[in-house]
């Protein structure tokens, strides 16, 4: 059994405990990538075009013998219509709103995915490839008392997190915040953020005190899915887990 600190909201160890056997799940990142990409499958919305784009106009062809093309033309000017290959016409081949773009994955290997996403967090060597920053001298995944939980202002999360030695990470994702590339801009997603520390808690209480933090995530044990273990697919996000959040985690089966 791996043994690691628990962190007082001081920043001091108070004990050392023993992770729980989901920790030792093997490392299985082709697993963690297809659950993720299952996931962000089903995740899209159906789209298509209306299948009457481009076809209402009263148009017709001249047939052939008059050495002229036979593209339907408008029944009131000259003007071509209806076909693909025209200016306003429909398209050749458009999407399709009763397209099923839905994935499937036996539920042991999705099980296999996320407690392998899980175990990746106690691995200092993927949580740095990762790109998050945190002091060498912690444990990982931080394990906190459970007092971290009853914090209500944002600004003694921030200095929790500045004494326990990961509060960089939040400074790495503010730093990386830029504008999308693309049209996106134009809809909605302007701006493009990096992940930074995944809290995984049993009270709502340190979700709101941690709403502004860029980059941060705060579930609860029962509610944890690749999503927020692996984000993009890859795993070893910096994770802080509550102590009475550990029990129910090692209790996944």
């Not at 009263?58 to 000259?78: D, E, H, I, Y």
């Not at 939980?149 to 790495?172: H, M, P, Q, S």
């Not at 693309?182 to 709502?204: A, E, M, Q, V």
């Not at 697919?233 to 209790?251: F, M, N, Q, Y």
């Amino acid at each position: 059994m791996v043994k690691v600190n628990v962190y007082g909201i001081d920043g001091s160890s108070t004990e050392k405990i023993d992770l729980p056997e989901v920790f030792n799940t093997s490392y299985r990142p082709d697993v963690i990538r297809k659950s993720f990409n299952v996931l962000h499958s089903n995740m899209r919305q159906p789209y298509g075009a209306d299948p009457y784009a481009g076809k209402k106009h009263a148009t017709a062809s001249v047939g052939k013998g008059r050495g002229q093309s036979r593209v339907p033309r408008l029944t009131q000017g000259q003007r071509a219509a209806l076909a693909p290959c025209v200016v306003g016409g429909r398209r050749a081949h458009p999407p399709k709103a009763e397209k099923n773009w839905k994935e499937k994955m036996n539920k042991k290997e999705k099980l296999l995915a996320k407690n392998s996403a899980i175990a990746a967090t106690k691995n200092k060597e993927i949580v740095t490839k990762r790109g998050h920053k945190f002091d060498d001298k912690i444990t990982l995944p931080v394990i906190v008392e459970d007092k971290f939980e009853n914090i209500k202002k944002t600004k003694d999360v921030i200095k929790a997190l500045d004494k326990i030695g990961v509060y960089d990470d939040i400074i790495r994702a503010a730093n990386g915040k830029h504008i999308r590339a693309g049209k996106g801009k134009t809809r909605g997603r302007k701006y493009k953020t990096p992940k930074s520390i995944l809290i995984i808690s049993k009270k709502d209480e340190i979700q709101k005190s941690s709403d502004n933090l860029i980059g941060v995530d705060v579930v609860k044990p029962e509610q944890i899915n690749i999503n927020h273990l692996a984000p993009g697919g890859d795993a070893g996000r910096l994770t802080i887990i509550t102590k009475s959040a550990l029990k129910e985690i090692g209790g996944t089966k």
